[in-house]
């Protein structure tokens, strides 16, 4: 077991980029990948890491569910609009939703041993779990985030209009208690 190995600070979900929608989602994958690489430092840490521990438990908590939000219920009946059939999105989308109720799924069981951890004041390394239920979550979440990048995201700047885009900016802010990203176009 690894002594201690402090994890640096997850990057902050940046704002701004409310008004490039697709630009938000790359950037939101992004943040997604780093708390998976941050969980798997702390596996093996048995020193506790209040910041580090309460910064993926916020990000588990409120960040990832809003996400899953944002493109079960915006982006992806856009696409379902947009799409022609010969882009094949339909099943995409498909295994996509089945993938966002794994992550649900998975990330309870991370939230549990970090609450504990968290609770006991303990690092990760200190519960037996914490290796089977972080590496089966990060490997899902990394595995689907990369479909996302790859198939939907560049099929949604073909297909998706500036009036959808403007619309899913308003509706990723709104969500989150937002002003309008796009003022001038209202």
Not at 35 to 45: F, P
Not at 120 to 137: A, D, N, P, T, W
Request: charge should be negative; proline fraction near 4%; charged fraction near 30%.
């Amino acid at each position: 077991m690894v002594n201690i190995k402090k994890v640096g600070e997850i990057e902050s979900a940046r704002l701004e980029l409310l008004s490039e929608p697709l630009v938000w989602f790359f950037a939101e994958h992004y943040r997604h990948r780093d708390v998976c690489k941050r969980l798997l430092q702390l596996i093996d840490v048995v020193e506790f890491d209040r910041n580090a521990l309460s910064a993926i438990l916020e990000i588990l908590e409120c960040d990832l569910p809003i996400h899953i939000l944002d493109e079960e219920d915006d982006l992806f009946p856009l696409m379902r609009k947009r799409c022609e059939p010969n882009d094949h999105i339909e099943n995409v989308l498909g295994f996509l939703s089945g993938e966002h109720a794994t992550d649900m799924h998975d990330a309870s069981a991370v939230k549990c041993v970090i609450a504990k951890a968290i609770s006991e004041k303990r690092g990760l390394g200190c519960y037996s779990e914490s290796r089977s239920v972080i590496e089966q979550f990060c490997t899902g979440l990394k595995g689907h985030i990369a479909v996302e990048n790859a198939v939907v995201l560049p099929v949604a700047r073909v297909r998706l209009t500036e009036t959808d885009l403007r619309n899913l900016g308003r509706r990723l802010a709104a969500r989150r208690g937002l002003p309008d990203p796009f003022p001038e176009a209202s």
